[in-house]
């Protein structure tokens, strides 16, 4: 069955950096545009970043651009989050999605001192 699974979150001090991970299955992963949202804790889900299906055009959110950096992998089904500068806003709960409307379950990251 179609599953998504991140991994990589964590606790990181303000300014850190940290790569989350999301690892897919049961569909044909280049086929697909994949994105990452967050959800801050008492918030809504927000876009974070997106990445076509061949990798070549991502865009981002206005809050995290020269920040962050999405890429893919489409040999290993994997799809990355690299987050540099991180702020305390950046706590969040990190969810991987396909545009095949597929969740994964998130990941933790919190950004505190």
């Known amino acids: 069955q179609v599953q998504l699974v991140e991994s990589g979150g964590g606790l990181v001090q303000p300014g850190g950096s940290l790569r989350l991970s999301c690892a897919a299955s049961?569909?044909?992963?280049?086929?697909?545009?994949m994105r990452w949202y967050r959800q801050p804790p008492g918030k809504e889900r927000e876009l974070v970043a997106g990445?076509?299906?061949?990798?070549?055009?991502?865009t981002y959110a206005d809050s995290v651009k020269g920040r962050f950096t999405i890429s893919r992998d489409n040999a290993k089904n994997m799809v990355y989050l690299q987050m540099s500068s991180l702020r305390a806003e950046g706590t969040a709960v990190y969810y991987c999605?396909?545009?095949?409307?597929?969740w994964g379950q998130g990941t933790q990251v919190t950004v505190s001192s």
């Open positions: 999605y396909s545009r095949n409307g597929a």
């Open positions: 990445i076509s299906a061949a990798g070549g055009s991502a």
């Open positions: 049961g569909f044909t992963f280049s086929n697909y545009g």
